[in-house]
Each structure stands twice: as C-alpha cells, then as structure tokens.
Nanobody, 124 residues
Framework: QVHVVESGGGLVQPGGSLRLSCAAS????????MDWYRQGPGKQRELVAS???????NYAAAVKGRFTVYRDSMTYTAYLQMNNLEPEDTAVYLC??????????????????WGQGTQVTVSS
C-alpha cells in the first residue's frame, strides 16, 4: 500500500506563484511516473503535468511555460512549481503515482495510487 499526500495549495492573486508537493510513502519496488491532475469547478479532471522515472516531463498546453514539474527520487516527492497563475488555474490539484512491483514468478505488476488533493484558488 502506498500513501500519497499533496500539500502547498492556497489562495493567490493572479500573476502569483505556488509550489505544490506530492509525497509518496509505503511499499514500492519502483516509483515510476508521478502525475499532477486538476479538477476545476464544473470541469472534468485533466492531466496538468507528468514526470517519468528518468525525469522526462510532459505538460498540458494550458500550463506549458508557466508550470514546472520535477521530482526528488531520494524522498519520493514530486513538485509542481506554478508561476504566473491565472483565475482559470483554480482547481483541486491531485497527484497520482504509478508504482511497479516485482513478481516472484517474474515480470512486473503496476498499480496507481491517488492523493486527496490540495485546493488552489487564484483570485484578486
């Protein structure tokens, strides 16, 4: 079982910055991809940014150039640095982690775990 906890959300004015953290703990053979999603009021959940085990990153078009995702493999923590925030960025931000487990008979199984989310509100 893996526990995922997000933190760092809050209220910020347009143009401001926040840094979110996603900490994973528990039994893991390998922590693979770490993803940031968000769900705004009345909107569907959308993928914001992701970072792979080797550090490869992907971003949604709406945040490219403003958000940066990075990770600390020693502490199993991912970060989302959000700059130049806009009211449209208001949402609950959730982290999901993809965990790999070695199987006794060979091969690998995977499981995805989610955190509870952290609220980000951008408003003047």
């Amino acid at each position: 079982q893996v526990h995922v906890v997000e933190s760092g959300g809050g209220l910020v004015q347009p143009g401001g910055s926040l840094r979110l953290s996603c900490a994973a703990s528990g039994t893991m053979d390998r922590l693979n991809t770490m993803d940031w999603y968000r769900q705004g009021p009345g909107k569907q959940r959308e993928l914001v940014a992701s970072i792979g085990l080797g550090g490869r990153t992907n971003y949604a078009a709406a945040v490219k150039g403003r958000f940066t995702v990075y990770r600390d493999s020693m502490t199993y923590t991912a970060y989302l640095q959000m700059n130049n925030l806009e009211p449209e960025d208001t949402a609950v931000y959730l982290c999901s982690v993809d965990v790999l487990y070695n199987q006794a008979a060979g091969g690998v199984s995977r499981r995805t775990y989610w955190g509870q989310g952290t609220q980000v509100t951008v408003s003047s």
